[in-house]
């Protein structure tokens, strides 16, 4: 039986220094909050806290689902983690109906700004710390996609690799990009409030983090959702898949492929088609030759392998497989 230890380490490294590090934010900006009465930095502050709950949340959940399969629970428990995301997602849907809800009071009563120099310090920092949470998302989301490129180029290859990466990998990469830009929007409006007379400012961004929460809280919930349903795998793994298969030189073809991600892992199932005139025992040890080749990839939690005799018909299109082999 796995120890909690042993899970706590599997778990998800992004989201537990994600939780870590909103937690500090979100005192210091409530402190802040309350000290100068600065809206933004209530939203921030309200931001950073339920960035830290939920990421926190999604953190035991990212545990759990590494939980081994039971003879209960055959399929082990991958789409738990797509369930603590849902629950993660109406918890930031609270905070940004009341971040919108105080941008749109500050709008009708605004304040004066006041203890410009701390706000403005603490703004920069979260700034800062969001950034940095930002940039190990990224890393994350590339060293679990399995991509490999160097200096700038590693943000555009985040942006298009985040659909496969884990659900908490996801998440947290979503909400710190709000995070910094929310903390950037912010810091402008302390400036704006302090050097202008335009005081409505502070409400206007107060309203903009909270409209970015809500869109954050409606990606990541419907990312999940259909991940509890069972959603198929991204092309670029089926590829992948596609590509191993066919590098064996007796396949010849493949008759049938179904791939079903749930959480982070994949399930494989698949016919495929052998070269006429092998003997049984011959294509068992293809089979299980097939399978183990598949196994060793490190999201492909189990693969169920049908074999049957080349029909002569090709059934899989060779250009879907071009990019892989």
């Known amino acids: 039986m796995e120890?909690?230890?042993?899970?706590?380490?599997?778990?998800?490294?992004?989201?537990?220094?994600?939780?870590?590090?909103?937690a500090a934010l979100a005192l210091v900006k409530g402190i802040a909050a309350?000290?100068?009465?600065?809206?933004?930095?209530?939203?921030?502050?309200?931001?950073?806290?339920?960035?830290?709950v939920n990421q926190g949340f999604v953190f035991v959940g990212s545990i759990l689902a590494e939980k081994e399969p039971t003879p209960r629970f055959p399929a082990g428990f991958g789409r738990l983690i797509n369930l603590f995301c849902v629950v993660a997602v109406m918890v930031v849907s609270m905070?940004?109906?009341?971040?919108?809800?105080?941008?749109?009071?500050?709008?009708m009563e605004p304040h004066e700004p006041t203890h410009f120099l701390l706000n403005a310090?603490?703004?920069a920092l979260s700034v800062l710390i969001d950034g940095m949470v930002l940039v190990k998302?990224?890393?994350?989301?590339?060293?679990?996609?399995?991509?490999?490129?160097?200096?700038?180029?590693?943000?555009?290859?985040?942006?298009?690799?985040?659909?496969?990466?884990?659900?908490?990998?996801?998440?947290?990469?979503y909400e710190d990009i709000v995070a910094t830009l929310?903390?950037?929007?912010?810091?402008?409006?302390?400036?704006?409030?302090?050097?202008?007379?335009?005081?409505?400012?502070?409400?206007?961004?107060?309203?903009?983090?909270?409209?970015?929460?809500?869109?954050?809280?409606?990606?990541?919930?419907?990312?999940?959702?259909?991940?509890?349903?069972?959603?198929?795998?991204p092309k670029e793994v089926e590829d992948k898949v596609a590509g191993i298969l066919f590098s064996d030189p007796i396949v010849t073809d493949i008759n049938f492929m179904r791939i079903v991600q749930e959480g982070r892992f994949y399930h494989v199932e698949c016919d495929v088609e052998l070269r006429p005139g092998l003997t049984l025992a011959e294509a068992d040890d293809i089979k299980f030759r097939l399978r183990d080749r598949l196994?060793?990839?490190p999201q492909i939690a189990d693969v169920v392998i049908g074999i049957i005799e080349d029909n002569g018909v090709q059934d899989w299109r060779?250009?879907?497989t071009a990019s892989a082999i």
């Open 182 to 233: 929310g903390a950037f929007v912010a810091l402008i409006s302390v400036f704006v409030s302090h050097f202008t007379p335009f005081r409505q400012f502070d409400g206007i961004a107060t309203v903009m983090i909270g409209l970015l929460m809500a869109a954050v809280a409606l990606k990541v919930g419907y990312d999940n959702m259909i991940g509890l349903i069972g959603v198929a795998a």
């Open 95 to 107: 905070m940004a109906y009341e971040t919108v809800r105080e941008g749109i009071q500050l709008l």
């Open 121 to 123: 310090a603490i703004l």
């Open 137 to 173: 998302a990224m890393n994350e989301i590339l060293k679990e996609t399995g991509v490999q490129v160097k200096g700038w180029r590693k943000i555009l290859a985040a942006f298009r690799s985040v659909g496969r990466a884990a659900p908490p990998t996801r998440l947290v990469f």
């Open 3 to 22: 120890s909690i230890g042993e899970l706590v380490k599997r778990g998800n490294k992004s989201s537990a220094s994600a939780a870590l590090g909103n």
């Open 34 to 52: 309350f000290v100068s009465g600065s809206g933004t930095m209530f939203a921030s502050a309200m931001h950073s806290l339920a960035d830290s």
């Open 295 to 297: 196994l060793a990839e």
């Open 318 to 320: 060779p250009e879907r």
